[in-house]
């Protein structure tokens, strides 16, 4: 089997919005059948066989995570969409979507998520 048979492996965690996020591009762009999605849910033993197979390819362990080709790994989100659009010729800002998700949910519960690691941080410095 060459490089260029080589099927992208995408490992999303229930319940984690940036593994939504490259969910909602891989469906919006089609792309479901040509990426082997492994899908897990929180503190089951999948987890920790992927984690296992995971950990010797990356610096730290974290989802989205991703095998795009044969030895390459990459744990960002924004990095596994940006490649898998790259390679099917598909640009995600005219993915309205994955747009709405990224501008507009996936936006407010990040600005939400920093929001309370400053108020945690405030009040522990308190």
């Given at each position: 089997?060459?490089n ?16 939504l ?8 762009a ?35 995570s ?10 960002e ?24 998700y990224?501008?507009?949910?996936f ?14 941080k ?5």
């Amino acid at each position: 089997m060459t490089n260029t048979d080589f099927k992208p492996i995408v490992y999303l965690k229930e319940n984690c919005p940036f593994c939504l996020k490259v969910r909602l591009f891989l469906l919006e762009a089609g792309l479901t059948p040509d990426v082997e999605v492994h899908d897990f849910a929180p503190g089951t033993e999948q987890e920790d066989l992927i984690r296992a197979e995971l950990l010797p390819h990356l610096d730290r362990v974290s989802f989205p995570s991703a095998q795009l080709a044969r030895g390459r790994y990459v744990s960002e989100s924004d990095d596994i969409v940006a490649f898998l659009a790259a390679k099917a010729g598909r640009n995600p800002s005219d993915m309205p979507v994955y747009r709405n998700y990224v501008d507009g949910a996936f936006a407010m519960a990040m600005a939400l998520w920093k929001e309370n690691r400053e108020l945690k941080k405030a009040a522990s410095a308190a």
